[in-house]
């Protein structure tokens, strides 16, 4: 008994919807699969930036110190304290370098997933990729002039210089420099110039701080519709 076209169109119906059904089910289990692994992604980047706020603030800390250094050795004399000095002359020949934590970033791009909320991506591309660079040229730069000017200056100029090796290989002297030392222009140019950086790496650090705190508020709601 020949089948009917009816039983074969039912049979094509029957087949297209089989097909048609297990597209669907797959693309479900697709999105659902890439939802976790977003959800998995952002809980990293929280995290990262939640530590770049946690160093941020921690090298703050230090580029501020460097800083009331610098202005103890712009006012130094004959009766500063000699551990005073050394404190205040390891700090202009030491520098404060800022790491960014972009490992959950790093692993989003690697991975081709799209974030949902593209708003939310272009921010941390913006914050990763245009503000992380600004920052690494301004560590090169204040650590250059530390490296190619500070050191080598004090190196030159305090004859009495000694490596404290109890106290890290910090710069320290046996006896305070004499008072035309103190009061060369040229060393107070070398101060004034150590502050001027400081004070530029103190603004980047408060601009850092502001877009990280945008940043954790956005990706922590993000997290929260999820």
């Not at 999105?31 to 995290?47: C, P």
């Not at 004499?178 to 950086?197: E, I, P, R, V």
Request: glycine share 4%.
């Amino acid at each position: 008994m020949k089948k009917g076209i009816g039983y074969f169109f039912v049979e094509l119906i029957i087949v297209t919807l089989g097909v048609s059904l297990s597209l669907v089910m797959n693309d479900r289990m697709e999105n659902h699969r890439d939802q976790k692994r977003e959800t998995m992604l952002l809980q990293v980047i929280l995290n990262n930036l939640r530590q770049d706020s946690i160093n941020n603030y921690h090298n703050q800390a230090i580029v501020q110190r460097f800083t009331r250094s610098t202005h103890s050795l712009l006012n130094a004399d004959a009766n500063t304290p000699l551990d005073s000095f050394n404190t205040y002359l390891d700090h202009i020949t030491s520098y404060g370098q800022f790491q960014t934590v972009d490992l959950g970033f790093m692993e989003l791009n690697s991975s081709g997933l799209k974030l949902q909320n593209d708003t939310l991506y272009r921010t941390l591309l913006s914050y990763y990729k245009s503000f992380d660079p600004l920052v690494e040229e301004w560590n090169k730069i204040q650590s250059s002039y530390v490296l190619e000017h500070s050191i080598p200056y004090v190196i030159e100029k305090f004859p009495k210089l000694k490596v404290d090796s109890g106290n890290s290989g910090n710069f320290a002297v046996v006896a305070l420099p004499d008072a035309a030392t103190l009061d060369n222009k040229h060393y107070h140019n070398l101060l004034a110039t150590s502050l001027l950086y400081n004070k530029n790496m103190l603004t980047v650090g408060s601009t850092r701080s502001r877009f990280v705190n945008t940043l954790i508020g956005q990706v922590r709601e993000e997290l929260n519709q999820e």
